[in-house]
């Protein structure tokens, strides 16, 4: 069993003070630290970048030697080049204890990478690697959100109520043990979502043989005057507003059968092969989001035709036109094109005249959705 470390090491390495440090917890901090096997260096580092309670939930994050580039290239026997192409595909940067100049690749890491380098023996390279970019930043959000999700629910409110160092370092340990097993746990979750995004894109095919691009119903929602109140909320303030608005608009697009592409700010992108299910998500969306505040309130667009689908999103001028017709709506007003209306048969629309849209030459013949 290691020696303890004294409370004298601690003082002479800068790392305690007892005259300003005994009533925020660090000697209990830094001795179960020691416990854990931390060394003083160690200490020293994660005091020096403002990490010291982060030091054992860093290292249970990402536990393991950080290998360097040779070494892990060697381990798993995929080329250099392909190696290097799929680290960067996946966002991997530098982090603590990387050897200098590299990016500090573990054993597990490695491992993963050997994995989906089979990938190119079904794809192509280039294809195999656009597919990782979409994991590496899918992946990438999901470690942002649950990030921001603990700092503002639980390490600031730990700060505000004056928990100690070791009880704030403790909670970081324990919030990071929930990714012990999380993979896994999403199994479930990953098969469903792929079984329903087949049966979307089986839905919307154009014909037999074509396999780039799909008929869809696209459209966006945004909350006209957000930037202006947004502006005036305290910070809590807008990220409760903008939890509850990211909120809403999922479950009521997901509610009708219809699929949320991404937020962008203010605006909801969603698509649906059935163009009355577009019609629902955006009328129901007009309807939530016109009751969030007296100074914002909804415009939309809708249209339906022919997209490019890739990486999960949704591309070309059916997109570009639903877009556009959100600035040309008034609050209020979902603008949809001849297209969509004679398709949704199932929902009422008005005329609304032919308007010049923004990257189109020809005057663009649109209805307003009568929302119920």
């Not at 969030?292 to 591309?315: C, I, N, Q, S």
């Not at 398709?343 to 020809?362: D, H, I, L, Q, Y």
């Amino acid at each position: 069993m290691a020696e303890q470390i004294s409370i004298e090491a601690f003082v002479a390495a800068g790392l305690y003070d007892p005259e300003t440090d005994s009533d925020i917890g660090r000697l209990e901090l830094l001795q179960w630290l020691d416990g854990k096997g931390f060394t003083i260096d160690e200490m020293v580092e994660g005091l020096a970048t403002d990490a010291l309670g982060a030091l054992a939930g860093d290292r249970r994050a990402v536990p393991g030697e950080r290998l360097t580039l040779a070494d892990a290239v060697a381990a798993t026997n995929i080329p250099s080049e392909s190696f290097e192409d799929n680290v960067t595909a996946f966002g991997f940067v530098p982090v603590t204890g990387s050897p200098e100049g590299e990016v500090g690749i573990t054993a597990d890491e490695a491992a993963t990478m050997a994995q989906f380098h089979l990938l190119g023996s079904m794809f192509t390279p280039a294809e195999a690697t656009s597919f990782l970019r979409v994991i590496g930043a899918s992946i990438g959000r999901i470690a942002d959100a649950a990030v921001s999700l603990f700092l503002s629910d639980v390490e600031s409110e730990s700060i505000a109520s004056g928990e100690s160092e070791l009880e704030l370092a403790q909670k970081v340990e324990a919030a990071i043990g929930l990714l012990d097993g999380f993979a896994a746990s999403l199994d479930p979750v990953l098969r469903r979502q792929v079984l329903q995004a087949i049966e979307r894109s089986r839905s919307a095919l154009i014909n037999g043989t074509e396999r780039f691009q799909f008929r869809y119903a696209v459209g966006f929602v945004d909350l006209v005057g957000f930037t202006a109140i947004s502006a005036e909320m305290e910070p809590r303030e807008l990220a409760v507003f903008l939890r509850d608005f990211e909120g809403r608009a999922y479950d009521v697009v997901t509610s009708v059968g219809a699929r949320v592409v991404k937020l962008i700010g203010d605006e909801v992108m969603f698509v649906a092969g059935d163009p009355a299910n577009a019609c629902r998500a955006a009328s129901q969306l007009m309807e939530g989001f016109g009751t969030e505040h007296e100074l914002v309130v909804p415009r939309g667009g809708v249209a339906y035709g022919d997209v490019l689908v890739r990486g999960g999103d949704y591309y070309g001028p059916v997109v570009n036109l639903a877009s556009r017709l959100v600035d040309e709506a008034v609050p209020q007003e979902l603008l949809v094109t001849e297209e969509l209306a004679s398709a949704a048969t199932s929902c009422a629309f008005e005329p609304a005249g032919r308007r010049m849209v923004k990257g189109f030459a020809e005057p663009i013949a649109v209805r307003s959705l009568v929302v119920n």
